[in-house]
């Protein structure tokens, strides 16, 4: 009988986001590959990915903006999800939910729904009340959101780019009070 060792979803730290550069690279690169719309576009080499996370998420995890979760199996990150919460000042109620990510080699094992509840109970800590998200219409994941309860407000036709170039993707926001 084969033994699954337990998904750990914890937040990082900046020194922890430098110490696992490599393995977040290589999660953003393989869930671009696999074609998923998180915002970039083939051709999608390392030092893009690379970019992302230090020019992108470090500095706003620095500066007390964003929120990275990641899910770890045996010392490997195998999925990660953002939560960023830099509003206006009329709007310190929310917080948008970015850039969830699993390892394709490891979909279909509830590390999503994993990721989602935490970052939901971290939401919740700050406090914010309202959560908001996109993500492709009709992916994998649209059934996910609506399953925790997120409910639609709207579909934007044409609003991406799909990874492949293949042409332009609807996108469906979604939202959630907590």
Not at 161 to 167: C, E, N, P, R, V
Request: glycine share 6%; charged share 20%; with cysteine.
């Amino acid at each position: 009988m084969t033994t699954v060792s337990p998904i750990h979803i914890h937040s990082c730290t900046v020194p922890e986001i430098e110490r696992q550069l490599p393995q977040l690279a290589q999660l953003l690169l393989a869930c671009v590959h696999d074609g998923a719309s998180i915002g970039f576009i083939l051709p999608f080499k390392e030092p893009e990915s690379t970019a992302f996370w230090t020019q992108n998420v470090l500095p706003a995890v620095q500066g007390g903006r964003r929120l990275l979760l990641v899910a770890e199996q045996e010392g490997q990150i195998v999925g990660a999800v953002q939560l960023d919460w830099d509003s206006p000042a009329n709007q310190q109620h929310r917080a948008e939910v970015r850039k969830l990510m699993v390892d394709p080699a490891f979909r279909r094992r509830g590390i999503a729904r994993l990721l989602m509840q935490a970052v939901e109970a971290r939401a919740r800590q700050l406090p914010r009340s309202l959560l908001t998200l996109d993500t492709r219409t009709h992916d994998h994941a649209e059934p996910l959101y609506i399953s925790l309860g997120y409910t639609v407000a709207g579909v934007i036709p044409g609003y991406a780019l799909s990874a492949d170039h293949s042409g332009l993707d609807a996108t469906t926001i979604l939202y959630k009070q907590l």
